[in-house]
């Protein structure tokens, strides 16, 4: 493994609510490494997003710390939006309605680039259209969003991120509002993004399926904590964690008929409130595997062969 581009380190963020707080993100930690794709899954709700605009820099982690290049991020330098851009769930509202495609991308490669002439500036945004199968380009500069289907949008949001030549794309559920015929071109395009540029991206989704066919590694959160990760394959062919199970369970896989679900659909119950979370492993309520330690004390990160982790006493005590 080559040293990350970007890190978080038991990044924990909490929202205040009322007299309240909301514990959205818990002591997470994470890697991003160039060339490789990790998707972070779980159920709505679990901090998946609360994580990436933590990564993007929305806004500053409660305690634990985001690392660019292996060095300590504070503030909001504009160095650290060249190298990390976040691709929104929904393109529409990712793009001013008032201005054209030309506008959107030109603005970028002026913020970010010392542009000399009208010449080069039209150069670079007809490069960009090109990098995104947008073409030809002169059918698309002069439209405004909404004269664009949801697919050709995000291809302009991914544009517009890799108008300055970032290192790390953070994708939150980036296909999820597209239509089920054009999200397998939205993936290829991602994966040739990662090939051609040596990209990190962080790929935030609920569909196993989708992660399956993307990533390289998988990362696993619940109710804003972490509790599972490693190498596809490994998590999908043998989850650890009773949750991760659940997840993968719930994916339709014709291959999995013969295989026994531990978990019965009516008896799971709803995920827990973020305001007043049940101590000890958040998923115990849930599991049918729950022990009395389970429901006090908060399982510790147990590292495993290959590269996997889990949150989880069944592994500890295995």
Request: glycine residues 6%; charged residues 25%.
């Amino acid at each position: 493994m080559s040293q990350p581009v970007l890190e978080a380190r038991a990044v924990s963020k909490h929202f205040p609510a009322g007299r309240s707080t909301v514990r959205a993100v818990e002591d997470a930690t994470l890697a991003l490494q160039p060339g490789r794709i990790v998707a972070l899954v779980g159920e709505s709700g679990s901090g998946k997003t609360t994580l990436a605009r933590l990564l993007a820099r929305f806004y500053p982690p409660t305690s634990g710390e985001i690392r660019l290049h292996g060095e300590t991020v504070k503030g909001k330098p504009r160095a650290y939006y060249s190298d990390v851009q976040l691709i929104f769930q929904d393109p529409f509202g990712s793009l001013n309605p008032l201005h054209r495609v030309r506008y959107n991308l030109e603005r970028a490669v002026k913020l970010h680039h010392a542009v000399r002439s009208r010449a080069e500036l039209d150069q670079k945004v007809t490069e960009l259209l090109e990098r995104v199968s947008l073409t030809p380009t002169e059918q698309y500069l002069d439209k405004f969003p909404h004269e664009l289907s949801g697919g050709q949008r995000q291809r302009v949001v991914i544009a517009r991120a890799l108008a300055v030549e970032p290192k790390v794309l953070l994708g939150d559920e980036p296909i999820s509002m597209l239509d089920v015929s054009i999200r397998l071109e939205m993936l290829n395009l991602l994966d040739r993004l990662r090939t051609e540029d040596g990209l990190a991206l962080l790929y935030i989704t609920h569909d196993i399926a989708s992660a399956r066919y993307l990533c390289d590694d998988i990362v696993v959160m619940y109710a804003g904590r972490m509790v599972e990760g490693g190498l596809k394959e490994d998590v999908i062919a043998n989850p650890l964690h009773p949750y991760t199970q659940l997840l993968i369970d719930s994916s339709p896989d014709p291959e999995r008929r013969d295989r026994p679900n531990l978990f019965d659909a009516e008896d799971l119950g709803e995920p827990p409130s973020l305001i007043d979370p049940p101590a000890g492993c958040r998923f115990h309520p849930r599991c049918p595997f729950a022990m009395n330690k389970c429901r006090t004390e908060t399982p510790p990160r147990t590292e495993l062969p290959e590269g996997r982790w889990t949150h989880c006493w069944l592994q500890e005590n295995a």
